[in-house]
């Protein structure tokens, strides 16, 4: 089977949540995990492949770089169009990554327009009038204006793209996707022909994302949250319903959250509340050289075996500030992502088959460290929160790789305590 679409993703939750939409759409999806090269192997039959690079937050010449390596690897697997897959909260600064990639990419596919929108419905981020909310509050009054690494301080999408790149952006608005696919696509025409590189489109509804996605199928790159890949997806002609694979159930269960995130952190109390073992890090201590990780082993080594264990090293803002003003914001980021990559590979090895990441960085460290390349993304426990399987060195893995602002409160518990027969 050809693969249909490719996709490149800033980071690694971030990949989990695009592949889920491509699989809702009924394309058999494979996720491939940092810049895949000549050995990177794709599973059999796969109508989509996404490639979760840690971009969001890097330099911006270094995400542009790492973007295109990603696209050309794309190309090679037969890929004819490619999709850039950023935050559904369009996590950026004024100096990038969203536009300096997206420009990157066209610029090698020599597109002249592109389609852009961060709408996630399920997820509560919707798109109107240019302005991105967050359930009934705009971006900017939301707990993402705290964000820890890319404060978001501003809800127009227009505003915010145009500071980040030198061509011209503008909006396609809900009057006119209501009308369906044709206004919408003669609406990208009309942009087009204005000089418009860069189009925002608004959207409330998953419907919406599907007039989207199909008027924008012959564009060479489209850029936007995992919800827009969904309506893109569905404009494929069908291949069948994707296959997901069974749940292990054999083996530990275990959480490992860095994730700061307001909804992370109400996941985290309602594990504790439940009386399931959790053990917050020192991330102060271990920067002073104290063995964090050793503690954190002793510990999992008294826990019930039949119960999932919850390790965190997410903190309130508050808390999160403290350490930050200690430690600076890179190195603090930098710990976390160390402690909890390695405490990922020890637990593998000690027997945990059901693992939980919650974090965008988190889960790249934790992925690196296991050596999990590509996997094969699975049924979702919540939305844009699939399972997806792999096979490492200690046995096969089920792995959740869950975006900190994703999945509802009771998500740790829920997933962990669910029965392969139980799983959707």
Not at 33 to 48: E, I, K, Q, R, S
Not at 90 to 96: L, V
Not at 147 to 164: E, F, I, K, Y
Request: proline share 5%.
């Amino acid at each position: 089977m050809t693969l249909r679409i490719g996709c490149l993703a800033d980071d690694f939750t971030g990949g989990t949540d695009v592949a889920a939409a491509f699989r809702r759409a009924g394309l058999r999806t494979a996720l491939v995990f940092g810049a895949p090269d000549d050995t990177t192997v794709l599973p059999a039959d796969c109508d989509a492949a996404v490639v979760a690079l840690k971009s969001r937050s890097t330099p911006a010449n270094e995400a542009v770089a790492d973007s295109l390596a990603a696209q050309r690897w794309l190309w090679d697997k037969g890929a004819a169009q490619v999709y850039f897959k950023y935050c559904s909260t369009f996590d950026s600064t004024p100096h990038g990554n969203i536009g300096p990639v997206t420009d990157a990419l066209m610029d090698a596919a020599g597109a002249a327009v592109t389609l852009h929108c961060p709408a996630s419905p399920p997820n509560g981020r919707t798109v109107y009038q240019g302005h991105l909310f967050v359930h009934d509050q705009l971006l900017s009054d939301s707990p993402l204006r705290h964000h820890p690494l890319n404060p978001m301080t501003d809800s127009a999408l227009v505003r915010l793209l145009s500071a980040q790149t030198p061509h011209k952006a503008a909006l396609i608005d809900w009057g006119t996707v209501r009308q369906g696919v044709e206004a919408a696509r003669d609406a990208i025409v009309a942009h087009r022909q204005a000089g418009v590189r860069h189009i925002i489109a608004d959207a409330l509804t998953d419907d919406d994302l599907a007039v989207l996605g199909a008027a924008a199928l012959e564009l060479s790159v489209v850029a936007g949250a995992a919800g827009l890949a969904e309506g893109l997806g569905h404009a494929y002609p069908a291949t069948g319903a994707a296959t997901a694979e069974p749940l292990p159930c054999e083996g530990r269960a275990a959480v490992l959250a860095g994730s700061c995130s307001a909804r992370t952190l109400e996941q985290i109390a309602q594990f504790y509340a439940a009386g399931l073992p959790s053990l917050h890090l020192d991330v102060l201590a271990a920067a002073t050289g104290r063995d964090v990780t050793g503690e954190a082993l002793a510990w999992y080594a008294e826990q019930d075996p039949d119960l999932p264990v919850l390790i965190y090293a997410s903190a309130s803002p508050e808390e999160l500030a403290a350490v930050q003003a200690q430690l600076g914001v890179a190195e603090a980021a930098a710990q976390v992502e160390e402690l909890l990559g390695t405490l990922a590979s020890h637990l593998v090895e000690r027997g945990v088959r059901r693992l939980l990441v919650a974090g965008g960085e988190t889960s790249g460290a934790v992925t690196t460290a296991l050596g999990v390349r590509a996997v094969l993304v699975g049924a979702e426990a919540d939305p844009g929160v699939p399972w997806t399987y792999a096979t490492t060195e200690s046995g096969d893995l089920a792995l959740m790789l869950k975006s900190g602002n994703f999945g509802a409160p009771d998500l740790f518990t829920r997933a962990l305590t669910t029965t392969a027969g139980e799983a959707r």
